[in-house]
Structure formats: structure tokens, C-alpha cells
């Protein structure tokens, strides 16, 4: 989304994008693109966290604060004090696994030199 100075515009690589004149919609390729792990989380979540040692080793997004349906799970493991991996897991409306992204840190002088990340 971009503001041309009166309003905000939204562009894709096919140039701009007016809701208002209604369209077919992307395809199930286009919508597969993007990222999932971000526009299928609902803003009323529930997030619940679990520490060990005082670290963050899991983050689930619930759909309420009775945990009925999971939306997101986020697993953290670390080697020492770095983030070694990252797996995130979205789930669909029903609770069922969608999709499963793995990133891996990779370190250089203790700061991090590239994160991989693979989609299964």
C-alpha cells in the first residue's frame, strides 16, 4: 500500500489495485504466496507462552482465552543463548496443521548471518 499524496493506493506488480471495481479475486497459487503465518491470525487471540529457564520456548495463538481452536504455534530452540531454529505452524479455522515454516540461524561472530527458511 502506498500514499500518492491524497490517498493510500494499493499497487502489486500488475500496478494498482481498486477494490471498488471488484474483480475475480487472486487464484489459490497467488493466495498460497502469501504469508500465512501472518494474515490468518485473528486479532481477538488468545496467546498463551511457555518459558523454560526463563526463555521463550513456545508461543500458541488460541482463538479464545478458553483455548478452543489453535491458530498459530511457534517453537523456539536454542543452542546456548542463540536461536538455533524457529518452527511456526498455522492452523486453519477447524485446528487443523495448514502449513509449517522452518528457520534456521546461522551465526558469524555471534550476531546472526542468515536465517533459511523452508515451507513443508
Known amino acids: 500500500m502506498n500514499y500518492d499524496g491524497t490517498s493510500f493506493v494499493m ?8 477494490p471498488r471495481t471488484g474483480g475475480s479475486g487472486i ?3 497467488q493466495h498460497k504466496v502469501l504469508d500465512q503465518l501472518v494474515h ?3 486479532e481477538t487471540s488468545y496467546v498463551e507462552l511457555t518459558r523454560v529457564s526463563g526463555k521463550v520456548t513456545e508461543v500458541i495463538a ?18 546456548g543463548n542463540q536461536v538455533s531454529t524457529v518452527v511456526e505452524k ?8 495448514v502449513e509449517t ?3 534456521t540461524f546461522t551465526y558469524s561472530s555471534g550476531r546472526v ?3 533459511d527458511t523452508v515451507a513443508t
Open 62 to 79: 488460541w482463538t479464545d482465552n478458553g483455548k478452543t481452536v489453535k491458530i498459530r504455534e511457534t517453537l523456539i530452540t536454542r543452542s
Open 27 to 29: 487464484t489459490a497459487g
Open 90 to 97: 498455522q492452523y486453519d479455522g477447524a485446528g487443523s496443521l
Open 101 to 103: 515454516l522452518t528457520h
Open 113 to 115: 548471518a542468515s536465517i
Open 11 to 18: 499497487r502489486d506488480t500488475a500496478g494498482t489495485f481498486d
Open 40 to 42: 490468518e491470525l485473528a
